[in-house]
């Protein structure tokens, strides 16, 4: 062997050296990192599922209650659809949604991330809904429905979406005869009520 072949193997034995010194060194540098980031990550899990857990379990005891009863309204009354959390707990930053599943456009009231969405209610709903906003913190979600109309009869589901809560109202919209004192509401044009 001649010295420049000898010189030519020393370097690229020395390079090869060099590569492989660097390749561990940060390979370890990777696993050092990996294991922090691991050590860290096991508390922070822990306390994420803790959380998630201790959330689930808190709304898994909660109902959302609706009347036993139909709601009967006159054409043209302002009422309201009651709808509760029971036990109490601030709604406010959930989605809130009331629906009629019987209509195509089945939303009559949306509210997420502390807005109502106008955009997606169903238009004949449009400017006659509303929630009492600063009752949401007691987990009231009851509706409050202006100007009736013979259309609005029906079954509405107050929803909150994301704790799996439901429940439903009925509405029943009738004539009210104003000249009888004794409250009698002719409902559909069938049936004389006496509330």
């Known amino acids: 062997m001649t010295s420049l072949t000898l010189i030519t193997i020393q370097k690229h034995f020395f390079s090869n050296t060099v590569s492989l010194v660097h390749f561990q060194s940060c390979r370890m540098v990777h696993q050092i990192y990996r294991l922090c980031f ?39 009354d302002d009422i309201i659809l009651p ?4 036990p109490a707990m601030d709604v406010n930053a959930e989605t809130i949604e009331w629906t009629r599943p ?8 949306v509210r997420r991330s502390g807005q109502d969405l106008v ?16 009752e949401l913190k007691q987990g009231n979600i009851s509706l ?4 009736v109309q013979l259309s609005d009869q029906g079954t509405y589901v107050c929803d909150i979406p994301l ?8 509405l029943v919209v009738g004539k009210c005869d104003k000249e009888n004192k004794r409250g009698h509401f002719q409902i559909n044009s069938f049936t004389n009520l006496h509330i």
């Open 83 to 86: 709808c509760h959390l029971k």
């Open 163 to 170: 704790m799996n809560k439901k429940s439903s109202v009925r």
């Open 119 to 134: 955009n997606i209610k169903n238009p004949s709903y449009k400017g006659r809904t509303s929630l009492f906003s600063d």
């Open 144 to 147: 409050k429905l202006s100007k």
């Open 102 to 109: 019987d209509l195509g456009q089945r939303f009559v009231h």
């Open 38 to 76: 691991l050590s860290l990550l096991g508390p922070l899990l822990s306390v994420l599922v803790l959380n998630l857990l201790l959330t689930h379990f808190c709304r898994g005891h909660s109902q959302l209650i609706g009347p036993p009863q139909s709601i009967l309204a006159g054409i043209g």
